[in-house]
Nanobody, 124 residues
């Protein structure tokens, strides 16, 4: 079992930046990929960005490409999401997730453990 704890959310204005952190503990040796998802009320949870734990290959949703950067620090078992040029439509609860390698990495099925979520609110 991998335990994930997110931090760094908050209330910001349009154009501001935020950095989310996700610290992993437990069976971290089993992690193959980590991802950041977000969800707004009434909508499905969607993938924002993901990164492979070993090679560091990244993927971004079109809506955040060029503004968000996912990175990792293996020594600290931590993954980050740097969010720049934030827009009101980025407002959501952001979730960190880890996967052991099975399933579709672009969907929830590609992830086995989830954090509790952190609220990001961007005011216009």
């Amino acid at each position: 079992q991998v335990r994930l704890v997110e931090s760094g959310g908050g209330l910001v204005q349009t154009g501001d930046s935020l950095r989310l952190s996700c610290a992993a503990s437990g069976r971290t040796f089993s992690i193959y990929r980590m991802g950041w998802f977000r969800q707004t009320p009434g909508k499905e949870r969607e993938l924002v960005a993901r990164i492979t734990w070993g090679g560091g290959t990244t993927y971004y949703a079109d809506s955040v490409k060029g503004r968000f950067t996912i990175s990792k620090d293996n020594a600290k078992n931590t993954v980050y999401l740097q969010m720049n040029s934030l827009k009101p439509e980025d407002t959501a609860v952001y979730y960190c997730a880890s996967g052991m390698g099975g399933g579709d990495p672009s969907t929830l099925r590609g992830y086995d453990s989830w954090g509790q979520g952190t609220q990001v609110t961007v005011s216009s």
